[in-house]
């Protein structure tokens, strides 16, 4: 698959040199302010995918990624890395990790092994330890069936260098293409290691004493659930319910998501050590925008359950219109579960089950010292088009909104060149939508114009927005985290006004905008 992928990858990007030639960027601006983030993670240069092993130590939190330093479309894979003190300023590191003659190193994990469970640790250091998937390309390309296999390498200077371990890989397929992306956790019950790993259309636990010895435990998920596309990167996490221990595994998968290509779905339910028993089987999506894939979390942050993914869609991510890198993360996400509100559920097909939960999503509280407060305003009536900022003003980087009840509105970024990116609300289907129809440059591929939409989860007329914008990106978290859309796009000219629209006239009952500094 990863063969076709870079023959898939050469067509394209002939092509897309072809199509980049005839975009007009902004001739002021140059590739590099009009795109790069200010807020979002970006590889100095070179290729990105998915977040990898991401842990907290000492006070730092370690984001590893999927890296390809020697050019901005996928490629032999490395893992790239980054270290951050608040989760939004990041240092970027030297690479972590190589390929070798056993693979390039594909998605995985890493953990802290306190009690040196492996062996690995030396003179009273726990290892740091990294699971991850080595692809072994020649193997691929020769038609054979077991070229993925999971192999681990430790850190005894918190992440600065690392080895890898010699009697790799340590969990060999089954001669099974589709075996990979090892998420480890430390299950105290059964004081076990659980991995959970994606093989083609379902997820496999494994458990282990010392991170090296692994044991198929169960399966689950072949009939369950969507599958539109193949199962990636799972994640398995425990949340407090009122003192009740309840489980979600995320699971990515590519193509299939319900605003094409790729995006994670999620289940809740019981996870003993041996096998994860889901409560519903309704389809759940972790956000429903087209642009936040192989989102996992952090290891070793205690109860806090925070995530990052990945701010592209397999479908475009090779084409996407900037030079020096490609790809961006998304913000990091605070995770909770709430019970979902039964009265609401036009929009999913949900028996009548009291264990019906929803993965909630927040940007995460660091980002709040980041933000000043541009504009606040109360109890107010917009109606037509209100012009939030505008004639030569910067434009907010977050709306935050409180509105009294929820009415269709529009809010419209656009400028003088007749691009707008539209995020809003549709009452008469109950659906959130981001219209990126013309939004700027989509000619790299073909679906990439369009109106992703998102249903609403609560029942409560009262609706409140926070709506992140980075240059290129927009990140929607609507009734507290409930409903959450991601979505890119790509301007010629920067937007130059913002106004809130609203044909019945929308009552606000608090509006803060907000810049990043
Ligand atoms: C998900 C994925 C993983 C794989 C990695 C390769 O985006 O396809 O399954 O490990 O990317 O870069």
Same mark, same amino acid.
């Given at each position: 698959m990863y063969f076709y992928r870079i023959l898939l990858l050469t067509a394209f990007f002939m092509v897309q040199s072809n199509l980049q030639s005839q975009v007009q960027l902004d001739a002021n601006a140059t590739n590099e302010s009009l795109y790069r983030p200010n807020f979002h993670f970006t590889p100095k240069k070179g290729w990105m995918n998915d977040p990898n092993g991401m842990i907290f130590l000492n006070g730092q939190y370690h984001l590893f990624y999927q890296h390809y330093p020697d050019a901005t479309v996928w490629g032999p894979m490395h893992w790239g890395q980054a270290t951050s003190k608040d989760l939004v300023q990041w240092d970027h590191q030297p690479i972590a990790l190589y390929p070798d003659s056993i693979g390039m190193i594909f998605s995985?994990?890493? &953990?802290?092994?306190?009690?040196?469970?492996?062996?690995?640790?030396?003179?009273?250091?726990?290892?740091?330890?990294?699971i991850f998937t080595q692809h072994f390309m020649p193997g691929e390309k020769a038609g054979r069936t077991d070229f993925q296999n999971q192999s681990i390498a430790y850190s005894l200077d918190q992440g600065k260098t690392w080895t890898k371990y010699a009697g790799n890989p340590v969990l060999k397929t089954p001669n099974l293409k589709d075996f990979r992306d090892p998420k480890v956790i430390w299950h105290g019950p059964t004081q076990k290691w659980i991995m959970s790993l994606a093989v083609a259309n379902h997820i496999e636990f494994y458990s282990s004493p010392n991170l090296i010895n692994w044991t198929k435990e169960s399966e689950m998920g072949k009939d369950l659930f969507a599958h539109g596309g193949v199962w990636e990167c799972p994640d398995l996490l425990s949340f407090d319910v009122n003192g009740k221990t309840v489980w979600v595994l995320l699971v990515s998968m590519?193509?299939?998501?319900?605003?094409?290509?790729?995006?994670?779905?999620?289940?809740?339910?019981d996870f003993d050590g041996h096998v994860f028993k889901p409560f519903t089987t309704d389809i759940k999506w972790m956000d429903y925008g087209p642009d936040n894939y192989a989102g996992v979390s952090f290891s070793n942050l205690g109860d806090r359950k925070v995530l990052i993914g990945w701010m592209s869609n397999w479908n475009y991510a090779n084409l996407v219109p900037t030079e020096k890198w490609r790809s961006a993360m998304t913000v990091p996400r605070e995770l909770s579960l709430v019970k979902q509100d039964t009265d609401a559920n036009a929009n999913i097909n949900s028996s009548q089950?009291?264990?019906?939960?929803?993965?909630?999503?927040?940007? &995460?509280?660091e980002l709040e010292a980041h933000f000043t407060k541009m504009l606040s305003k109360k109890n107010m009536v917009a109606e037509k088009e209100f012009t939030l900022m505008g004639a030569g003003k910067i434009l907010p980087n977050r709306i935050d909104l409180d509105i009294v009840k929820?009415?269709?509105?529009?809010?419209?970024?656009?400028?003088?060149?007749?691009?707008?990116?539209?995020?809003?609300?549709?009452?008469?289907?109950?659906?959130?939508?981001?219209?990126?129809?013309?939004?700027? &440059?989509?000619?790299?591929?073909?679906g990439f114009a369009a109106m992703p939409t998102a249903p609403r989860f609560v029942a409560d007329?009262?609706?409140?927005?926070?709506?992140?914008i980075d240059k290129t990106s927009v990140e929607l978290f609507a009734d507290g985290g409930r409903t959450v859309m991601?979505?890119?796009?790509?301007p010629t000219h920067p937007f130059t006004n913002c106004s809130l629209q609203s044909k019945e006239g929308i009552s606000v009952k608090t509006m803060n905008l907000f810049l990043f500094k």
């Open positions: 995985g994990s890493a &953990v802290l092994d306190k009690n040196n469970t492996s062996g690995l640790g030396r003179n009273g250091v726990a290892p740091l330890v990294a590519n193509p299939g998501g319900p605003n094409s290509g790729s995006a994670t779905q999620y289940m809740v339910g089950n009291q264990n019906n939960f929803l993965l909630v999503s927040r940007p &995460v509280k929820a009415t269709d509105f529009d809010i419209v970024f656009s400028n003088a060149f007749n691009e707008k990116l539209i995020i809003g609300y549709d009452a008469a289907k109950k659906q959130f939508f981001i219209d990126r129809r013309n939004a700027g &440059v989509s000619n790299f591929h073909q007329a009262e609706m409140d927005l926070s709506v992140l991601t979505a890119l796009f790509f």
